[in-house]
């Protein structure tokens, strides 16, 4: 038994572009909900980030598959009048434009529950709803810098983007998570409520570590590269053949484990310099001498060999190249503009299978007005 469509019923209407909104979309309709998406008359942006599928966008494939697109003009009072019908029938409501948007437009959730009181409304913003920082726009590399992401991202020399859109995706996850919630206690109450999503919040948070070994272990950690901020060895070895294999020892267990079975060197269990994490991590650059010296005497078959009789966790330091050959990545195919394109599969496996249609800018459109004409006096 897995899921099965399990939102299927629930009403989302997304008013939504970028990354972090239509993510959370994406896993809304993956789900079994019917996703509204609604964009300007020259579609949200992201449908422009790349042509890579005879002319469409393969990254707008990923992100909006499984939904209805309706163009809407909301400065038009017509389709504003539309806007409003769908949001009285909905269960859902999202957005992420920016800073101020929604309300001015009257779309805001204590508003639109004067006429749907159990709708649930989702907004994902920069930096927050008050004072100056709801007035900031924001995207992904923007607010990684400034939640300090950046600052413990990179090599010693360099601070560093995270190489994928974190921000947004981890927004849109929380997004995601929240509505689920929200859904369960709206089922209790019979009362919608709003919810705001912050990205520097999500960011913050996820920034726990690095903050609290800021306030309470001496100072934040340094920017390492392929090494670990406080554990060692952790990080990345290189073998004989030039590969590269990375390696993570979590306890005294795994450190004696190790010794004897990958260093072979049993003296090294007791050695004060590596008795326990402290120690090791203050004596890193001699440790992990130790163990380059030892991997360079082999190649990378015969170090994962070594590391699996020792059971140590380890990984391949794989480029993008290797993750679309990997033996553990599940695929899935998006179709947009007649053309097939082959993603990593969602996470989360269902009985629907994944989704596949992405739409076309204003598809749905006439489908839909058609369907919600007799509200709002919408003509």
């Not at 380059?292 to 794989?318: D, G, M, T, W």
């Amino acid at each position: 038994m897995v899921l099965n469509s399990e939102l299927d019923g629930i009403l989302v209407v997304s008013l939504e572009q970028a990354v972090a909104a239509p993510y959370c979309g994406l896993l809304l309709a993956d789900a079994g909900a019917r996703v509204i998406k609604v964009e300007r008359p020259d579609g949200d942006f992201a449908r422009g980030y790349d042509s890579g599928v005879n002319g469409n966008s393969a990254i707008f494939a990923w992100l909006n598959r499984g939904k209805e697109s309706i163009c809407l003009n909301l400065k038009d009072a017509e389709d504003l009048s539309l806007m409003r019908g769908l949001l009285s029938k909905a269960d859902v409501f999202v957005s992420n434009l920016a800073p101020g948007a929604v309300n001015r437009m009257g779309l805001d959730g204590e508003t639109l529950r004067h006429f749907n009181p159990k709708l649930i409304s989702c907004r994902v913003s920069g930096y927050g709803e008050t004072g100056e920082a709801a007035e900031m726009k924001a995207y992904d590399f923007l607010v990684q810098a400034e939640s300090g992401v950046c600052s413990v991202t990179g090599t010693e020399e360099t601070p560093s983007r995270v190489g994928v859109s974190m921000t947004d995706l981890s927004s849109g996850l929380t997004a995601f998570s929240a509505i689920l919630r929200a859904l369960i206690q709206v089922g209790k109450t019979g009362h919608g409520v709003d919810i705001a999503i912050s990205m520097f919040d999500v960011m913050a948070d996820w920034m726990n570590m690095a903050l609290l070994s800021h306030r309470y272990m001496g100072g934040a950690p340094n920017r390492t590269g392929l090494q670990h901020s406080f554990i060692a060895p952790y990080g990345a070895f290189t073998c004989g053949d030039g590969t590269q294999i990375l390696l993570s020892i979590q306890s005294n267990r795994e450190w004696a484990a190790f010794c004897e079975h990958v260093l072979q060197d049993l003296k090294l269990i007791d050695d004060y310099r590596f008795v326990n994490n402290t120690y090791r991590f203050k004596n890193r650059v001699e440790l992990d001498s130790r163990v380059n010296s030892c991997f360079l005497k082999y190649n990378k078959a015969e170090v994962i060999s070594l590391l699996k009789i020792a059971r140590i966790a380890y990984s391949s330091l794989n480029s993008v190249s290797d993750l679309s050959t990997h033996p553990f990545l599940k695929t899935s195919y998006a179709e947009i503009g007649g053309q097939q394109v082959e993603l990593a599969s969602l996470p989360v496996v269902t009985a629907s299978g994944s989704l596949e249609k992405v739409p076309d800018l204003g598809e749905h459109s006439d489908l839909i007005r058609n369907e919600f004409t007799s509200l709002f006096g919408v003509k």
